[in-house]
């Protein structure tokens, strides 16, 4: 849309005026006025400037950080059409931040509850939720963000979760390039890190599933996708 192209301008020039000041030595700090026409389209309930904040809150978070913190905050409580908005453009973002996973704790609290009626953004929630467990910004405790989606998910959910876990794994053609050190490194960290975080999973997963639910022919699926994490 138009109001999107503008507010998306808008930020293309407050990181370039950014940038210049990080390249002559300067502290990259967001230019007032611009930061004042953005307060004002959101404050003006423009819905792509939400969409915008979402999607590149990595980036308004090197441009103001203290204004990142505060406004992440401000948004827990924002009526659903402009929150909605705002989240989905956030899990459209390119990468998971640890950084910003534990900023936007309230805001994954919320998505969870939230019905988005299945699609992208469901299974974006879930991919967040999986990045956050295997990195350790996340467990496997009754309040923990994982335990909340597993209890609360459907089969099929689930199963799209588990094998997005399994993806994470050391490839074929990372192997096939010959060993390095970052290769060396990755394989150590995925060793002594990641696989008894998956072992932890898969024990909780089967155990959760066994107790509280009937354990028909769909958690058979979920059941098959768990061999993948062993």
């Known amino acids: 849309s138009t109001e999107g192209k503008t507010t998306e301008a808008f930020l293309n020039l407050s990181l370039r005026c950014a940038r210049l000041n990080q390249k002559e030595g300067k502290t990259p700090v967001w230019n007032a006025d611009l930061k004042a026409v953005y307060e004002e389209l959101l404050s003006g309930k423009i819905y792509d400037a939400y969409t915008i904040l979402g999607e590149y809150l990595p980036n308004f978070f090197y441009l103001d950080k203290a204004w990142v913190?505060?406004?992440?905050?401000?948004?827990?409580?924002?009526?659903?059409?402009?929150?909605?908005?705002?989240?989905?453009?956030y899990f459209y973002s390119s990468k998971v931040y640890d950084n910003l996973f534990v900023l936007m704790r309230q805001h994954y609290e919320r998505a969870l509850r939230y019905d988005f009626e299945g699609g992208r953004a469901q299974e974006l929630l879930a991919q967040h939720i999986a990045i956050g467990y295997l990195r350790d910004q996340d467990d496997l405790v009754n309040d923990g963000l994982i335990c909340k989606f597993l209890q609360t998910a459907k089969p099929e959910t689930i199963e799209r979760f588990i094998g997005f876990i399994w993806m994470q794994r050391i490839n074929k053609?990372?192997?096939?390039?010959?060993?390095?050190?970052?290769?060396?490194?990755?394989?150590?960290?995925?060793?002594?890190?990641?696989?008894?975080r998956?072992?932890?999973?898969?024990?909780?997963?089967?155990?959760?599933?066994?107790?509280?639910?009937?354990?028909?022919?769909?958690?058979?699926?979920?059941?098959?996708?768990l061999v993948n994490l062993s």
């Open 69 to 89: 913190e505060s406004k992440v905050k401000e948004l827990e409580k924002l009526e659903d059409k402009a929150w909605f908005t705002f989240i989905v453009g």
């Open 173 to 196: 053609d990372e192997t096939d390039l010959g060993e390095t050190p970052e290769l060396a490194e990755k394989k150590k960290h995925w060793l002594q890190v990641i696989t008894p």
């Open 198 to 225: 998956i072992i932890k999973l898969w024990q909780y997963i089967f155990e959760n599933y066994q107790k509280t639910q009937k354990w028909d022919k769909k958690f058979e699926k979920v059941n098959s996708e």
